[in-house]
Nanobody
Framework: QVQLVESGGGLVQAGGSLRLSCAAS?????????MSWYRQAPGKAREFIAD????????NYAISVLGRFTVSRDNARNTVDLQMSNLKPDDTAVYYC??????WGRGTQVTVSS
């Protein structure tokens, strides 16, 4: 069973930045698989934010975060990170890591105050 642990969430003012990290359990190499970030705001469906492919490391983003969020991998730490800048109150949500279209982390709360 693959374990994913997200970290880095918190409270930030609008316009601020946060960096989320997703750590995978031993034996699962994040660079071998597509790794994704999703978020879920209260009362809303979970939505795709960004992903990074396993082989090429190419990234895709939701339009709502394009130009503000950057997804990357740290192979030495075996993590996938999400750098979030120019945060808006609408970015408030629980952010989830998703591995290989199968495994989910428990999420980390991001709250952006206006």
């Amino acid at each position: 069973q693959v374990q994913l642990v997200e970290s880095g969430g918190g409270l930030v003012q609008a316009g601020g930045s946060l960096r989320l990290s997703c750590a995978a359990s031993a034996g699962f190499t994040v660079s071998d698989y597509t790794m994704s970030w999703y978020r879920q705001a209260p009362g809303k469906a979970r939505e795709f934010i960004a992903d990074i492919s396993g082989i090429r490391g190419s990234a895709n983003y939701a339009i709502s975060v394009l130009g503000r969020f950057t997804v990357s991998r740290d192979n030495a730490r075996n993590t996938v990170d999400l750098q979030m800048s120019n945060l808006k109150p609408d970015d408030t949500a629980v952010y989830y890591c998703h591995a290989n279209h199968i495994y989910w982390g428990r999420g980390t709360q991001v709250t952006v105050s206006s």
